[in-house]
């Protein structure tokens, strides 16, 4: 998993004075989760498929529960084109065409409030650009739904509608404190993956 992966615009221009967007607040507020995630995550070779599986597998307890979250607490009244945006569908099919189980999903507390979930849903969001980059080193012939990017203007409509309701500090708070909950649930989740599975898939 890699949310947000350093783009050419990632940061506010040098000497900028304007108070940074939603979006890069939110960056500055979850920027060590980020990194320790990124570590955990930079083990795998994806082009081995002992461990695309074990990468899989140790995403699906995690991403399973916050998208079952953001469903609970009415992600589609607050984030346009939230039924396509849900990945857990893509998730399980990887999984089932590599003959692996589905596993339950994590216990994750309900989200309460747009920030909160616009602020869990960042981070899936900024997975999904992160998954446009793994996907190129994943192995051939193997499954690639969860990875595999949506449309560039997906991205730019949510993070337009980060700035437009996340406009206070009490927001960004509650934002970025949901956020941060979903990155250590990613990390617990990473933290208890198996070892690569030794097989040929």
């Known amino acids: ?109 309900a989200l309460d409030g747009e920030a909160a979930i616009l602020g869990a849903a960042y981070v899936l969001e900024g997975s999904r650009l992160g998954g446009a980059m793994l996907v190129r080193t994943v192995g051939h012939g193997l499954p690639t739904a969860f990875l595999t990017p949506g449309n560039p203007s997906d991205w730019r409509a949510f993070i337009s509608r980060l700035d437009e309701r996340l406009s206070s500090e009490e927001s960004l708070a509650d934002a970025a404190s949901a956020a941060l909950s979903v990155f250590t649930l990613f990390e617990r989740s990473a933290l208890a993956a198996p070892e690569p599975i030794a097989r040929d898939l």
Do not use: C
């Open 1 to 109: 998993m890699n949310p947000e992966p350093e783009t050419p615009d990632a940061s506010p221009a040098v000497g900028a004075t304007r108070p940074l967007t939603a979006r890069f607040a939110l960056r500055a507020a979850t920027g060590e989760a980020h990194d320790r995630l990124d570590a955990l995550y930079s083990a795998f070779d994806l082009g081995r498929p002992a461990d695309y599986a074990t990468f899989l597998l140790s995403h699906a307890p995690a991403f399973l529960a916050v998208e079952a979250a953001l469903d609970a607490a009415g992600a589609e009244t607050v984030i346009d084109g939230w039924a396509g945006r849900r990945r857990s569908g893509a998730l399980k099919a990887d999984l089932t065409a590599l003959d692996l189980p589905v596993p339950a999903p994590a216990t994750f507390p």
